[in-house]
């Protein structure tokens, strides 16, 4: 079945690294995701990664897939307070519907 | 902007209602996903359409429906409302909704209070 799962909350200081932890269960996902939400908006798309890659890099972000574990990270490097937000950890499925499945949401919040 | 637009952006109404949200995808994308986030349940998919068609359905409730038209915008008619569809709906739009490598991007949402 389809489940994924977040950590509610992180604090980190301006200026370090924060690193937001997803699990999910299907082993039959194909592309992972993640989005942003800051308050009062929609849903911001930030990177995604194939279940047949280990890491990928963009810019600040560092996505890492561990698909033994079937565990997801994303790593923001030298976090501002612009990155608080709710950051949803997604998967698609391999076959039939490309509906997302998303995680709770992990509130990353910023201090300066 | 992710390009998907959703009208109106906050609607207010009674329990026993009907409302009918809005979205305008991407130009050029095929695919609509509407999805509803609530307190409780988090974001869920609701419903899925490819140009026109029913694609996929989620965990749509009996009372709400959902269509997309020839110029490809939807429309997701919720009916007999409750208090517990108090929620944030979100429209969310790819190019075909049936490729491995779709990308989906959502608009900025419909947030419905129901009294």
């Known amino acids: 079945g389809e489940d994924v799962e977040q950590s509610l909350f992180l604090s980190v200081r301006e200026g370090d690294s924060s690193v937001i932890n997803c699990t999910y269960t299907d082993s039959s996902s194909t592309y992972l995701y993640w989005y942003k939400q800051e308050p009062g908006a929609g849903l911001q798309l930030l990177t995604y990664i194939f279940s047949n890659m280990d890491m990928k890099q963009d810019q600040r972000l560092t996505v890492l897939l561990n698909k033994k574990d079937k565990h997801l990270s994303l790593r923001i490097a030298d976090t501002q307070t612009g990155d608080s937000a709710i950051y949803f950890c997604?998967?698609?499925?391999?076959?039939?519907?490309?509906?997302?499945?998303f995680g709770s949401g992990t509130r990353l919040q910023v201090q300066p | 902007d992710s390009g998907v637009t959703q009208t109106p952006k906050h609607l207010i109404t009674a329990t026993g209602q009907r409302v009918t949200l809005r979205c305008s995808p991407r130009?050029?994308?095929?695919?609509v996903y509407w999805y509803q986030q609530s307190l409780d349940q988090g974001l869920q998919f609701l419903i899925q359409?490819?140009?026109?068609?029913?694609?996929a359905k989620g965990n749509i409730l009996e009372r709400f429906s959902a269509q997309q038209f020839p110029d490809l915008h939807s429309e997701l008619n919720l009916s007999s409302l409750e208090l517990g569809d108090s929620a944030l709906y979100f429209c969310?739009?790819?190019?075909?909704?049936?490729?491995?490598?779709?990308?989906?991007?959502f608009g900025p949402g419909t947030r419905l209070t129901v009294l």
């Open positions: 130009s050029g994308d095929l695919s």
């Open positions: 359409y490819y140009n026109g068609e029913e694609r």
């Open positions: 997604a998967e698609s499925m391999r076959t039939g519907r490309r509906a997302l499945t």
């Open positions: 969310a739009s790819s190019a075909y909704g049936t490729v491995l490598t779709d990308t989906q991007y």
